[in-house]
């Protein structure tokens, strides 16, 4: 058989079999000669055909398609050098390790008997790259061997395809030959496969991979490669996998994870279902939403809780919401110790807890006066806690008697008060429970102590100590009965005096005689005591040389009675007065002379407020007001002091009120809202408006300027330092404005000493105007129930109770200021709290005179707080009888009663704590003369003990000049010495 018949039977014999396999394979084929049919075009060398035949194509037919092999078989001649090139093969995806499969059948060389002497039965692989094509130019010396290709099985009489596949490697250019050389071999090539492996582009743990070409370079078996989170996914490091040399991903390295609200579905990360959630970047799913919250449409991070259910600061996000629990049941007051002041309130768990077990209970008190509800205060003690508390009961102790308390208890739990809750308090569901009660005890006073301060051998003087000793709650009379020891108890002859104080000088006594003395208390509403017994003798006859002394203490005896004579006089005096209109009945009445002849407008009756400034106040231009210092701090901005130079106008001296800014337009109106309402008025004794500035940004109100300032804070500086007669005339400049004010029907409702301002002739002038002024910024102002403000300790009973404001309540906050004024000012009824405050004015309680008060004007006060509005004098009434005092100095010389451990709240015998002082100076600071502390030390009184010692004398020789500095003091160490000391002792 000649080789081209060997070729032929190759070729037939085998195509069947190889033509259906299939590979699966993640290959990237560059050259398939099967493929390429009769376009092969492979170079064969050397050129010439003849004798020495090399590699030829055979074309065979099969089904209508072409298919082509090279083969070559010159098995009898010897030195064979057949070469097959295949075309220029491009190298793609910088791939530089191909894979070569090359199917092909060698013969047997046996089979050729002596033909075989030459026969190979292998042939050579050879490759050699370049960068470009160079066509039919073939060097031998340019290819490089990769391989010797040798048969598996040596086709001998049946023949068998073999398929071997070698690696080129290394390749670097654009593209590269293979070249096949025969040596002598009886060959068929069937197929020559060029192609590379690729790792395929792939998802693995939700990170992106590009399709890469399998191996490292440079022999290595793994190529890195870096991918990218899919969309909504992150990590934390680049995610990376490696492509084998068989093209397979392995070891993926960083995990990528779906962001919160996504969650992976099938190599994507998806968006939470509505309903579902998920809180942060994790693999997990998304979960539904817990009880009682809901997710708004989908992709949610949290579920935020259903309206009326909240979560706490420490619940999770996670966590289902719970509600507010319900208000606590049957809370009841116990009365325990109704004398003691003290009352249990208890009550049961709420019925519904929110679905929480973090139960809290708070409680809260307040006293209240018609609509006027004040917390309690300190004074209240509520025990264990008042806040926090898991047990269900309280204890309330130290509360007043007669007065109503309203005890609000509401249940907490871990949601009740978290932050940023933003459901008012009113809309939430009711967790208080309110239980009001008051106890009704008159807290009886009690005679504790009787002393014998002094007596002669006819007169006894006693003092009694009495407990409670409250100020205000003091008993106002004590009933005190005596009589002669040895009376024979069948005819009893006793004498009963009713007293306003707690000291009496009894004369015309029995010498050398023992009496029986019993002080008995009576509380204010009359009722009696606690008593108590004593028994003291007279003093022996005297010689008559002792007679002037005995005199002398009849005359001091009579004048105590005669201080009782005078107050019972006064009291009656004040239940004739009363026939008079009450005085809002006058300043409205219909009578045409009464009429003002101006009344105040109030500005809110303009629809637009900007009228009414432009229509009472002169605008004044900016460059005109000149601001120095700032001298004090307003509501709407700081207060300066400065210059207005008004064109054609002498330069002044004036307060400039302005308005700070980030102000809104209701503020801006309000604050000119002042000046449209002082722009009314001229008079002497208000506050005069120099004009406004509203025309530019900063808006202003320039006023006169008071050089004193604030007239609480004048007095207090100069305490003791102004005679009676001055400080009369400053309230008879107060009154006077206040005067014209009601006249032109003006209701100021915030009359105190800080809101009149004084200037260097110490002339007073009302101040503070303006409608949200009413008590907005005054720090005096407390809250009623009804929402607004009032200075409790100034106001008007019926003005508290049921907001009555009128001139009648001016009148009575006059009546205050008059007290302050005389009492350098002193605050009010001292450190009592609010309620005290009102439960003792409804007691028909009033403030004491203050010390060296002339008993006129004491009186004049008492007029102006009477519970009775109409009443009360009207302003032109209190101009008149304060002139009339100015006009006849003497009128001022007697001086009201005057209880210094009331009236100037002396610490008796100790410090506030309840321990006696430790110090000099800690006893000057609680009597508010540390001024003196230096002259105490100058003059070596040094120690408590040494205070004790000191004569009125004394007190003078150290430097204390002032009388009322030096009364101050007086009566302190006295009050140190013995709480009972009688008044007449100290005529300083
Ligand atoms: P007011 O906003 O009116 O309460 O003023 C605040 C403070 O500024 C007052 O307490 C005074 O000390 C001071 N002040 C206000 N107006 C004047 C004025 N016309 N003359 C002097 N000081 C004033």
């Given at each position: 058989?000649?080789?081209?018949?060997?070729?032929?039977?190759?070729?037939?014999?085998?195509?069947?079999?190889?033509?259906f396999?299939?590979?699966?394979?993640?290959?990237?084929?560059?050259?398939?000669?099967?493929?390429?049919?009769?376009?092969l075009?492979w170079l064969?060398?050397?050129?010439?055909?003849?004798?020495?035949?090399?590699?030829?194509?055979?074309?065979?037919?099969?089904?209508?398609?072409?298919?082509?092999?090279?083969?070559?078989?010159n098995?009898?001649?010897?030195?064979?050098?057949?070469?097959?090139r295949?075309?220029?093969?491009?190298?793609?995806?910088?791939?530089?390790?191909?894979?070569v499969?090359?199917?092909?059948?060698v013969?047997?060389?046996?089979?050729?008997?002596?033909?075989?002497?030459?026969?190979?039965?292998?042939?050579?692989?050879?490759s050699?790259?370049?960068?470009?094509?160079?066509?039919t130019?073939?060097?031998k010396?340019?290819?490089?061997?990769?391989?010797t290709?040798a048969s598996?099985?040596i086709?001998?009489h049946?023949?068998?395809?073999?398929?071997?596949?070698?690696?080129v490697?290394?390749?670097?250019?654009?593209?590269?030959?293979?070249?096949?050389?025969d040596?002598g071999?009886?060959?068929?090539?069937?197929?020559?496969?060029?192609?590379?492996?690729?790792c395929?582009?792939t998802?693995?743990?939700?990170a992106?991979?590009?399709?890469?070409?399998?191996?490292?370079?440079?022999?290595?078996?793994l190529?890195?490669?870096?991918?990218?989170?899919?969309?909504?996914?992150?990590?934390?490091?680049?995610?990376?996998?490696?492509?084998?040399?068989?093209?397979?991903?392995?070891?993926?390295v960083?995990?990528?994870?779906?962001?919160?609200?996504?969650?992976?579905?099938?190599?994507?990360?998806?968006?939470?279902?509505?309903?579902?959630?998920?809180?942060?970047?994790?693999?997990?799913a998304?979960?539904?939403?817990?009880?009682?919250?809901?997710?708004?449409?989908?992709?949610?991070?949290?579920?935020?809780?259903?309206?009326?259910f909240y979560r706490?600061?420490d619940?999770?996000?996670?966590?289902?919401?719970?509600?507010?629990?319900?208000?606590?049941?049957d809370?009841?007051?116990t009365?325990t110790?109704?004398?003691?002041g003290?009352?249990?309130l208890?009550?049961?768990?709420?019925?519904?807890?929110?679905?929480?077990?973090?139960?809290?209970?708070?409680?809260?008190c307040?006293?209240?006066?018609?609509s006027?509800?004040?917390?309690?205060?300190?004074?209240?003690?509520?025990?264990?806690?008042?806040?926090?508390?898991t047990?269900?009961?309280?204890?309330v102790?130290?509360?007043?008697?007669?007065?109503?308390?309203?005890?609000?208890?509401?249940?907490?739990?871990?949601?009740?008060l978290?932050?940023?809750q933003?459901?008012?308090?009113?809309?939430?569901?009711?967790?208080?429970?309110?239980?009001?009660?008051s106890?009704h005890?008159?807290d009886?006073?009690k005679?504790?102590?009787?002393?014998?301060?002094?007596?002669?051998?006819?007169?006894?003087s006693?003092s009694w100590?009495?407990?409670?000793r409250?100020p205000?709650?003091?008993?106002t009379?004590?009933?005190?009965?005596?009589?002669k020891?040895?009376?024979?108890?069948?005819?009893?002859?006793?004498?009963?005096?009713?007293?306003?104080?707690n000291?009496v000088?009894?004369?015309?006594?029995?010498?050398?005689?023992?009496?029986?003395f019993?002080?008995?208390?009576l509380?204010p509403d009359g009722s009696p005591?606690?008593?108590?017994?004593?028994?003291?003798?007279?003093?022996?006859?005297?010689?008559?040389?002792n007679?002037?002394?005995i005199?002398?203490?009849?005359?001091?005896?009579?004048?105590?009675?005669?201080i009782?004579?005078?107050?019972?006089?006064?009291?009656?005096?004040?239940?004739?007065?009363h026939?008079?209109q009450?005085?809002?009945d006058?300043?409205?009445?219909?009578?045409?002379?009464?009429?003002?002849l101006?009344?105040?407008?109030?500005p809110?009756?303009?629809?637009d407020?900007?009228?009414?400034?432009?229509k009472?106040?002169?605008?004044?231009?900016?460059?005109?007001?000149?601001?120095?210092?700032?001298?004090g701090?307003?509501?709407?901005?700081?207060?300066?002091?400065?210059?207005?130079?008004?064109?054609?106008?002498?330069?002044?001296?004036?307060?400039i009120?302005?308005?700070?800014p980030?102000?809104?337009?209701?503020?801006?109106?309000?604050?000119?809202?002042e000046?449209?309402?002082?722009?009314?008025?001229?008079?002497?004794?208000?506050?005069?408006?120099e004009?406004?500035?509203t025309?530019f940004?900063?808006?202003?109100?320039v006023?006169?300027?008071?050089d004193?300032?604030?007239?609480?804070?004048?007095?207090?500086?100069?305490?003791?330092?102004?005679?009676?007669?001055?400080?009369?005339?400053?309230?008879?400049?107060?009154?006077?404005?206040?005067?014209?004010?009601?006249?032109?029907?003006?209701?100021?409702?915030?009359l105190?000493?800080?809101?009149?301002?004084?200037?260097?002739?110490?002339?007073?002038k009302?101040?503070d105007?303006?409608?949200?002024?009413?008590?907005?910024?005054?720090?005096?102002?407390?809250?009623?129930?009804?929402g607004g403000?009032?200075?409790?300790?100034?106001?008007?009973?019926?003005?508290?109770?049921?907001?009555?404001?009128?001139?009648?309540?001016?009148?009575?906050?006059?009546?205050?200021?008059?007290w302050?004024?005389?009492?350098?000012?002193?605050?009010?009824?001292?450190?009592?709290?609010?309620?005290?405050?009102?439960?003792?004015?409804?007691?028909?309680?009033?403030?004491?005179a203050?010390?060296?008060?002339?008993?006129?004007?004491?009186?004049?006060?008492?007029?102006?707080?009477?519970?009775?509005?109409?009443?009360?004098?009207?302003?032109?009434?209190?101009?008149?009888?304060l002139e009339?005092?100015?006009?006849?100095p003497?009128?001022?010389?007697?001086?009201?009663?005057?209880?210094?451990?009331i009236?100037?709240?002396?610490?008796?015998?100790?410090?506030?704590?309840g321990?006696?002082?430790?110090s000099?100076?800690?006893?000057?600071?609680s009597?508010?003369?540390?001024?003196?502390?230096?002259?105490f030390?100058?003059?070596?009184?040094?120690?408590?003990?040494?205070?004790?010692?000191?004569?009125n004398?004394?007190?003078?020789?150290?430097?204390?000049?002032?009388?009322?500095?030096?009364k101050?003091?007086?009566?302190?160490?006295?009050?140190?010495?013995?709480?009972t000391?009688?008044?007449?002792?100290?005529?300083?």
């Open positions: 058989m000649d080789s081209r018949g060997i070729k032929r039977l190759l070729f037939s014999s085998v195509f069947f079999n190889y033509i396999i299939t590979i699966q394979t993640k290959e990237e084929v560059l050259l398939d000669m099967k493929a390429l049919g009769s376009e075009g064969t060398w050397p050129y010439e055909q003849g004798e020495k035949q090399g590699w030829e194509v055979v074309q065979r037919s099969l089904n209508g398609s072409q298919f082509y092999t090279y083969s070559v078989c098995v009898g001649v010897r030195e064979q050098d057949n070469w097959l295949t075309t220029f093969i491009q190298r793609r995806l910088s791939a530089s390790r191909v894979f499969e090359l199917q092909f059948i013969r047997d060389c046996n089979s050729f008997g002596a033909s075989s002497l030459t026969c190979k039965e292998t042939f050579n692989l050879f050699a790259e370049f960068d470009a094509d160079v066509g130019n073939f060097r010396s340019q290819f490089k061997k990769v391989a290709i598996d099985e086709t001998r049946d023949l068998r395809i073999n398929t071997e596949t070698r690696v490697d290394g390749l670097s250019k654009k593209g590269f030959y293979l070249a096949f050389q040596i071999a009886c060959v068929a090539l069937l197929s020559v496969r060029v192609f590379y492996k690729t395929p582009a998802i693995k743990s939700l992106v991979f590009p399709e890469t070409v399998a191996g490292g370079g440079e022999n290595q078996a190529r890195e490669v870096a991918g990218a989170c899919v969309e909504n996914a992150v990590s934390e490091e680049l995610p990376r996998i490696y492509c084998t040399v068989d093209g397979e991903w392995v070891v993926p960083g995990q990528c994870q779906c962001t919160a609200g996504f969650e992976a579905i099938n190599d994507t990360c998806q968006e939470c279902q509505p309903g579902f959630f998920k809180a942060s970047v994790s693999n997990n998304c979960e539904p939403c817990p009880a009682n919250t809901q997710a708004h449409g989908s992709g949610a991070l949290f579920c935020s809780c259903t309206a009326g706490a600061p619940d999770k996000e996670t966590d289902p919401c719970s509600g507010l629990p319900s208000a606590p049941q809370l009841i007051a009365t110790q109704l004398a003691a003290k009352l249990q208890t009550w049961s768990p709420p019925e519904d807890t929110g679905g929480r077990d973090d139960i809290t209970y708070s409680v809260e307040r006293c209240c006066m018609g006027a509800c004040q917390p309690c205060g300190e004074k209240v003690r509520i025990e264990p806690f008042s806040s926090s508390l047990d269900t009961w309280v204890t102790s130290e509360l007043e008697p007669s007065i109503n308390y309203t005890f609000t208890v509401e249940a907490h739990n871990g949601v009740s978290t932050p940023g933003v459901m008012p308090r009113s809309n939430r569901p009711p967790s208080a429970s309110t239980v009001t009660t106890l005890y008159t009886p006073p005679v504790t102590s009787i002393r014998l301060d002094d007596r002669s051998p006819t007169t006894l006693l100590a009495v407990a409670p409250r205000l709650n003091r008993p009379r004590y009933e005190l009965t005596y009589r020891k040895d009376d024979n108890l069948d005819v009893t002859s006793y004498t009963v005096l009713i007293l306003e104080k000291f000088q009894i004369s015309d006594l029995f010498p050398g005689t023992a009496y029986l019993r002080v008995q208390a509380s005591g606690g008593s108590m017994e004593e028994e003291f003798e007279t003093m022996p006859e005297v010689a008559p040389s007679m002037a002394s005199l002398g203490a009849v005359a001091g005896g009579a004048a105590v009675l005669l009782v004579a005078v107050v019972v006089l006064v009291r009656k005096r004040r239940k004739n007065s026939t008079r009450g005085p809002e006058t300043y409205f009445s219909s009578s045409e002379q009464l009429k003002p101006k009344t105040y407008v109030d809110h009756t303009y629809e407020p900007n009228t009414a400034v432009l009472f106040a002169s605008e004044l231009h900016p460059s005109h007001v000149t601001k120095q210092k700032v001298i701090a307003g509501e709407f901005g700081e207060v300066y002091r400065g210059i207005l130079k008004a064109p054609g106008r002498k330069e002044t001296a004036v307060a009120k302005t308005l700070k980030g102000y809104s337009e209701k503020q801006r109106q309000d604050f000119l809202s000046a449209s309402i002082m722009g009314q008025f001229s008079h002497q004794n208000i506050i005069r408006l004009g406004v500035v025309k940004k900063h808006a202003m109100i006023t006169e300027y008071m004193n300032g604030a007239l609480d804070k004048y007095l207090k500086v100069h305490d003791g330092e102004l005679p009676s007669f001055q400080l009369v005339g400053m309230m008879r400049g107060i009154a006077a404005g206040m005067k014209y004010l009601s006249d032109m029907s003006y209701v100021h409702r915030d105190a000493a800080r809101n009149i301002l004084v200037n260097n002739s110490l002339e007073c009302v101040s105007f303006g409608l949200s002024r009413v008590l907005e910024d005054d720090p005096e102002g407390t809250y009623t129930t009804s403000k009032i200075p409790i300790r100034w106001t008007a009973p019926e003005a508290i109770a049921y907001r009555k404001f009128t001139s009648a309540s001016d009148v009575w906050s006059f009546g205050i200021v008059m302050e004024v005389m009492a350098f000012g002193e605050r009010p009824y001292w450190d009592m709290s609010n309620c005290e405050v009102m439960k003792a004015i409804n007691e028909a309680f009033r403030l004491p203050p010390m060296d008060c002339p008993s006129a004007v004491y009186q004049l006060m008492l007029q102006c707080w009477l519970q009775d509005r109409s009443k009360r004098p009207r302003f032109t009434d209190i101009v008149s009888i009339k005092l100015l006009r006849s003497d009128s001022l010389k007697a001086i009201a009663d005057f209880d210094p451990r009236s100037i709240r002396l610490p008796s015998t100790s410090g506030s704590d321990s006696p002082f430790r000099v100076s800690e006893w000057l600071e009597i508010k003369m540390s001024q003196y502390s230096e002259n030390t100058c003059a070596g009184v040094v120690t408590m003990e040494q205070v004790l010692q000191m004569k004398e004394d007190i003078k020789n150290i430097g204390v000049r002032l009388p009322g500095h030096l101050r003091i007086a009566y302190s160490i006295l009050g140190l010495k013995d709480q000391s009688t008044l007449s002792v100290f005529a300083v």
